[in-house]
């Protein structure tokens, strides 16, 4: 029998390819969190048949609360940036693009509902799509912060239950590559910010999806707007 995992699965192409590290391993629930955001449906959408896929559960996650609290463009009428590749390595615009998009702490309330549903389930590991690129301007993608989480869990849970973040040195066009050696579904993913049926091409999270695929010499099987 296999052991159990969760994932945290927004139905995008990190926490799709993270997931699929470990799909073959163990018997993995995915949960997908609606916080209000502009591309929830989408998301729902791609996680849905990401599980169907994957032959995993698949958990949803209403948080009506946290769009109230929140002034993120995601879940809001304000305009999400457009950027262009050059914004991508340029530390003062990626940081304003990422404080627009930010959510109040969300992968700290992710990762302790994660957490809780680990220890219902006895569930060993929870996965999760934190990377080295979105660290640089999103602390709680950070390597620092995936260890101070699991610092905490050791204090906050009866359970031996371990955070993994098999990407979390890893860059856009590294994941993309890791995708492929582990035959990661990358092709139904969703990535943008705009909640568009197709990817709009033009958002921070389009961008650097985009850029993944040219650096990584792949062709991209992404349908973009723009």
């Given at each position: 029998?296999?052991?159990?995992?969760?994932?945290?699965?927004?139905?995008?192409?990190?926490?799709?390819?993270?997931?699929?590290?470990?799909?073959?391993?163990?018997?993995?629930?995915?949960?997908?969190?609606?916080?209000?955001?502009?591309?929830?449906?989408?998301?729902?959408?791609?996680?849905?048949?990401?599980?169907?896929?994957?032959?995993?559960?698949?958990?949803?996650?209403?948080?009506?609360?946290?769009?109230?609290?929140?002034?993120?463009?995601?879940?809001?009428?304000?305009?999400?940036?457009?950027?262009?590749?050059?914004?991508?390595?340029?530390?003062?615009?990626?940081?304003?693009?990422?404080?627009?998009?930010?959510?109040?702490?969300?992968?700290?309330?992710?990762?302790?509902?994660?957490?809780?549903?680990?220890?219902?389930?006895?569930?060993?590991?929870?996965?999760?799509?934190?990377?080295?690129?979105?660290?640089?301007?999103?602390?709680?993608?950070?390597?620092?912060?995936?260890?101070?989480?699991?610092?905490?869990?050791?204090?906050?849970?009866?359970?031996?239950?371990?955070?993994?973040?098999?990407l979390i040195d890893m860059s856009k066009e590294e994941i993309v590559q890791t995708g492929i050696k582990y035959d990661a579904p990358m092709?139904?993913?969703?990535?943008?910010?705009?909640?568009?049926?197709?990817?709009?091409?033009?958002?921070?999270?389009?961008?650097?999806?985009?850029?993944?695929?040219?650096?990584?010499?792949?062709?991209?099987?992404?349908?973009?707007?723009?």
């Amino acid at each position: 029998m296999k052991k159990k995992a969760i994932s945290v699965l927004s139905g995008g192409l990190d926490s799709v390819v993270a997931t699929s590290v470990y799909v073959k391993k163990y018997e993995i629930t995915a949960i997908t969190f609606n916080y209000g955001q502009q591309s929830f449906e989408q998301e729902l959408k791609a996680s849905k048949i990401i599980c169907d896929k994957m032959s995993m559960k698949h958990v949803v996650i209403d948080l009506p609360w946290l769009k109230k609290i929140s002034n993120s463009s995601l879940t809001n009428d304000n305009e999400i940036p457009k950027v262009d590749y050059n914004d991508l390595d340029n530390p003062d615009k990626s940081i304003d693009s990422a404080k627009s998009v930010w959510v109040p702490a969300r992968n700290t309330v992710f990762s302790s509902i994660a957490l809780a549903f680990a220890e219902s389930i006895h569930a060993e590991i929870i996965i999760v799509g934190w990377d080295y690129e979105e660290a640089v301007t999103f602390p709680d993608n950070s390597k620092e912060y995936l260890e101070a989480f699991n610092e905490t869990i050791k204090y906050g849970s009866f359970d031996d239950i371990t955070i993994k973040a098999p990407l979390i040195d890893m860059s856009k066009e590294e994941i993309v590559q890791t995708g492929i050696k582990y035959d990661a579904p990358m092709e139904l993913s969703y990535s943008c910010y705009e909640g568009s049926e197709l990817h709009c091409g033009v958002c921070e999270s389009c961008k650097r999806r985009k850029r993944a695929y040219i650096n990584a010499k792949l062709e991209d099987p992404t349908e973009y707007l723009k």
